[in-house]
């Protein structure tokens, strides 16, 4: 018999602007997927602050609907067609990724588009360390390696061993993605100059593009689902709705902003809550070192992708914020975003000097 500590469920009660139209809902699930045999019922999973993400259940057969978040979203986030195509396809080479069932256009259904996918079994681990992990030395290690493994297979995936080689526009990524980002800012109408400092920086110093890979594009730990029994084991990889072809020291890069380091200022945690530095944790020097070794890859630029992934998320949090001021959506947890932005400006600004 196996123990192990309780995890929290991710499930919710539906929060009542994000509930879905039954009506329409049932018979199109009933028509596209391959077993629906019961009643059905509809949760909400809490977690993440974009994609709205809902537990299907058709008696004990179980589903994840997965739909973009309400209000006005950048034309090319949230993609759920992208999200289908790319589960649909790696989970053969990619174990993590989690398979696609069916893709929904039809604004009539739900007034978005969505997909449907498979259900894994497992937990987030959010701000803190599980008590099991916390307390081994060598589980935060082998935690660590997890992560950073996990992200080095991806990127050594042939991307036409799974039919993806048309994702994306991989030539001129970097440049493309700064400039892409920083029209995401204006848009917000946001006025911050730290922010403008650190663009400029970036596009004085853009580095080459050495090689082209898969993106996952939000790789991080709130985005591993991990083993109930074992947590240094990874489950599943999610939020595949930015995945693309690039340069895969963006991934490296973002996944860095977030990991925390001893020498860190205290701060930093509240803007990027993965689990604080712990002894046996590995260091941001030796994910680096890690991923290096693993891929194969020249990661003499890492810094300048680690200061890309601070940007990046300051973004993205001022779009999910511009949305709650602008009453698109009611979820409470927005409302505080704004101040984590001035504060990853001003961490910005540190990594610059």
């Not at 898969?214 to 947590?231: F, T």
């Not at 990991?259 to 930093?268: K, L, N, R, V, Y």
């Not at 260091?283 to 070192?289: A, K, L, P, S, W």
């Amino acid at each position: 018999m196996n123990i192990y500590p309780p995890r929290q469920s991710e499930l919710i009660n539906i929060r009542p602007d994000e509930r879905l139209d039954l009506k329409r809902l049932e018979p199109w699930l009933r028509n596209h997927l391959p077993e629906t045999d019961g009643k059905l019922s509809v949760g909400q999973f809490g977690g993440g602050h974009a994609n709205l993400t809902y537990l299907i259940r058709f008696g004990r057969t179980e589903y994840v609907l997965r739909r973009p978040p309400l209000g006005i979203v950048a034309a090319t986030a949230h993609d759920m067609k992208r999200e289908n195509q790319v589960l649909a396809r790696l989970s053969r080479e990619y174990p993590l990724a989690p398979a696609s069932y069916a893709f929904c256009d039809d604004q009539n259904i739900l007034g978005s588009d969505f997909h449907i996918m498979e259900r894994r079994h497992g937990f987030v681990i959010r701000n803190e360390l599980p008590a099991d992990v916390r307390t081994s030395a060598d589980k935060k290690r082998q935690l660590g390696e997890m992560v950073i493994d996990s992200l080095s297979k991806l990127h050594k995936i042939d991307p036409k061993s799974v039919n993806l080689s048309s994702l994306g526009r991989p030539t001129g990524y970097v440049k493309r993605q700064l400039n892409g980002w920083r029209t995401r800012w204006a848009a917000t109408e946001r006025q911050l100059s730290p922010v403008e400092t650190i663009f400029s920086w970036l596009d004085e110093n853009q580095p080459s593009q050495q090689t082209t890979t898969l993106l996952h594009n939000d790789y991080q730990l709130e985005n591993i689902l991990v083993d109930l029994r074992d947590p240094t084991k990874a489950v599943a990889v999610l939020d595949w709705d930015m995945c693309t072809q690039g340069d895969p020291l963006m991934d490296l890069g973002y996944l860095l902003n977030w990991w925390a380091d001893p020498t860190d200022d205290p701060t930093w945690h509240k803007l990027t809550p993965m689990p604080r530095y712990e002894v046996g944790l590995p260091t941001r020097n030796d994910v680096i070192e890690r991923y290096a070794k693993t891929t194969g890859f020249d990661v003499e630029h890492a810094n300048w992708y680690h200061l890309f992934g601070v940007l990046k998320l300051l973004v993205i949090l001022e779009q999910i914020h511009v949305r709650f001021v602008r009453g698109q959506t009611q979820d409470e947890r927005f409302k505080s975003l704004g101040k984590r932005v001035d504060g990853l400006a001003q961490k910005g600004l540190s990594l610059l000097s």
